[in-house]
């Protein structure tokens, strides 16, 4: 049984940096991509970040400009996501997905496996 279990979120100033964790069980996490997606209220689910099983990332540029980074730990089959320079506007569930393959897919259909979410909420 797949679990993906994020954490890390919480209550920061405008400005403030936090870093999201999420731990993987129950798959081969270097045969995986992993991706970081997030939801505000009244929001489709929009995608963050990912990165291949050997540590290439991508990013939706538009709408972190170089803030947020992501990395790995294959070890310890886990991943981050550094969130730095936070605005009111990042305020959202984050939530982390895993996709089999050899690629990094940015398409939430394109993700097999989902953690339950963490809350960002960015106080101005």
């Known amino acids: 049984q797949v679990q993906l279990v994020e954490s890390g979120g919480g209550l920061v100033q405008a400005g403030g940096s936090l870093r999201l964790s999420c731990t993987a069980s129950?798959?081969?996490?270097?045969?995986?991509?992993m991706g970081w997606f997030r939801q505000a209220p009244g929001k489709e689910r929009e995608f963050v970040a990912t990165t291949t099983w050997w540590g290439s990332s991508t990013y939706s540029a538009d709408l972190m400009k170089g803030r947020f980074t992501i990395s790995r730990d294959n070890a310890k089959n886990m991943v981050y996501l550094q969130m730095n320079s936070l605005r009111p506007e990042d305020t959202a569930v984050y939530y982390c997905?895993?996709?089999?393959?050899?690629?990094?897919?940015?398409?939430?259909?394109?993700?097999?496996?989902w953690g339950q979410g963490t809350q960002v909420t960015v106080s101005s």
């Open positions: 997905a895993a996709a089999q393959g050899n690629y990094a897919p940015t398409r939430r259909d394109e993700y097999d496996y």
């Open positions: 129950g798959l081969t996490f270097s045969s995986n991509a």
